[in-house]
């Protein structure tokens, strides 16, 4: 059984620019959320996607936006790209629509440096 | 809404110590509550879970979690740390508007340094 993914590891970016990051799930799991983790802080929710749609957004603005795949599979893309959006970007799978009480489970992150 | 807080930034043990992280949680209904620990670099690997049942919770590596909902707190406890118990740990609580997925609320994290 293979754990949640995520590419790249490590990227920089100009501010203006956009970005798309990628996740596969973890076998079995058809629900894919997408966290941002400033340093020092806790992960803060961004959105969740099941069976290819939008099932919950955070409080983020609509520059941030995002897609899951038949193979669930998802893409965290980030338009206008801002200084503080500099941050580990976390991937989390979970079962079947994952609801409050599914436990999620957590790539290694995207480390995005905004210059 | 729901909210986590977790008083202590950093706490130092000595290995071989036990250790009490504290987490209080804001939340009107019954809560799903989590803890996860976080290596540096490394993403989040979840230690345990409570959602109804029994108050005190087993988790791995030893970790166990007490549910007080008079004082709404989910305490992490562990008897005895090692040295590779270093890491950040996350307190979080799970819910559900009912208008979709609100995700995890997580706490700051509390720094855990471990003393030889």
């Known amino acids: 059984e293979t754990g949640v993914t995520q590419s790249p590891t490590h990227l920089i970016k100009t501010r203006g620019q956009q970005v798309t990051l990628r996740c596969s799930s973890q076998?079995?799991?058809?629900?894919v959320s997408w966290y941002q983790q400033a340093l020092g802080q806790g992960p803060q929710f961004i959105f969740q996607y099941y069976r290819e749609e939008e099932n919950g957004r955070g409080n983020f603005p609509p520059r941030f936006s995002g897609l899951q795949f038949p193979n669930y599979s998802s893409e965290l893309n980030v338009n206008a790209l801002e200084l503080d959006d500099s941050a580990l970007y976390l991937c989390?799978?979970?079962?079947?629509?994952?609801?409050?009480?599914?436990?999620?489970?957590f790539g290694p992150g995207t480390r995005l440096l905004v210059l | 809404a729901q909210s986590v807080t977790q008083p202590d930034i950093h706490i130092t043990v000595s290995e071989g110590a036990s250790l009490e992280l504290r987490c209080n949680y804001s939340y009107g209904a019954t809560p799903y509550l989590f803890w996860y620990v976080q290596s540096p670099g490394q993403g989040l690997q979840l230690l345990l879970k409570y959602f109804s049942g029994d108050t005190l919770v087993q988790g791995i590596k030893g970790f166990e979690a007490e549910f007080k909902r008079s004082q709404s707190s989910f305490n992490l406890r562990k008897p005895s740390v090692h040295w590779s118990d270093a890491a950040e740990y996350f307190c979080?609580?799970?819910?559900?508007?009912?208008?979709?997925?609100?995700?995890?609320?997580f706490g700051k994290g509390t720094h855990l340094i471990i003393q030889p």
């Open positions: 076998s079995g799991h058809n629900t």
């Open positions: 979080a609580v799970g819910s559900n508007s009912g208008g979709g997925a609100d995700g995890l609320t």
């Open positions: 989390a799978s979970s079962l079947v629509g994952g609801g409050p009480q599914e436990t999620q489970y």
